[in-house]
């Protein structure tokens, strides 16, 4: 099933959107938001996921920022579900500049789509393979110095890790989702009031695999959302390369690297949304 278009900022006014990038965690959030920053869309620098709670600092975090009696706090994290305080979200969104941007991993909830709303914000999902992104969130948590996940993925092979992600579990002291309940908690953004979408297959361009048709047809979207200007030939020069989480950039490495029966496995997972998403070939 195609993605559903939705309709690019049009409102009369001087002031475009501040813009919440969101997808999951290796989806193409950094090549999306180095787009943005080539731009000069400012930055807010706030990101809106689990690691707001999780990750260096856990005790402080969890002072500061988590939700302890508020009955209706906002939860965000796709791989695992955490409490924040509404009225310190709130102050973030609210600091964050006119026609800016933040990035994040974050489920789809009323409560956060309407706190977007109050502030300004448009959201751009970004979305990709699934069997792409769960190969690329492997390497990436077993090589992080700081992901939470860290300590148990970083002795794993890279076929454990992808069984591992498919599944979920208790994992260093932590309830993780399996992997089709984060691309469901994605997808629920998807064809909501202010919400477009963006492939990483089509933003990737040649270098990664892509097309430059459909490239320049992603820029042209973003300059009409953000006021900005997004150059291809400024795009196509600098895009790659600045990204400490950037790996390869690459459409299929999955096929390419995951063995015969793990690669099947992770196709009879991951089939229902491949095919919502029109990753199939039917």
Known sequence: MAIPKTNIWTEMTD?????FINSLPKAGTNLV????????????KL???GTLLLGDRYYVRQLLR????????????????????????ERRLSRVPEGGYVTGHAN???????????HGFRTLVVIRDPRDVLLSHGHYVATSKAHFLK?????????ERTLLTLKGGRIDGLDVAPFTTMLERIDHWIGRPSVEVVRFEDIVGQRGGGSVERQHAVFDMLSRLTGRT?????????LYGRSHTFRKGKIGTAAEELDADTLARVDEEL????????????
């Open 151 to 159: 300590a148990t993925y970083s002795r794993l092979s890279i076929t």
């Open 47 to 49: 990101g809106i996921a």
């Open 33 to 44: 938001s180095r787009a943005f920053d080539l731009a000069g869309v400012p930055y807010g």
């Open 15 to 19: 002031i475009p959107p501040r813009v």
């Open 108 to 118: 789809w909830s009323m409560g956060l789509e309407d706190l977007l709303a109050a």
């Open 271 to 282: 089939e229902l949304m491949r095919r919502k998403w029109g990753y199939t070939d039917d």
């Open 66 to 89: 988590r939700s302890f009696f508020e009955r209706d706090p906002v939860m965000v994290g796709l791989d695992v579900q955490m409490p924040v305080r509404r009225a310190w979200l």
């Open 230 to 238: 997004f150059d291809p030939a400024r795009m196509d020069a600098e």
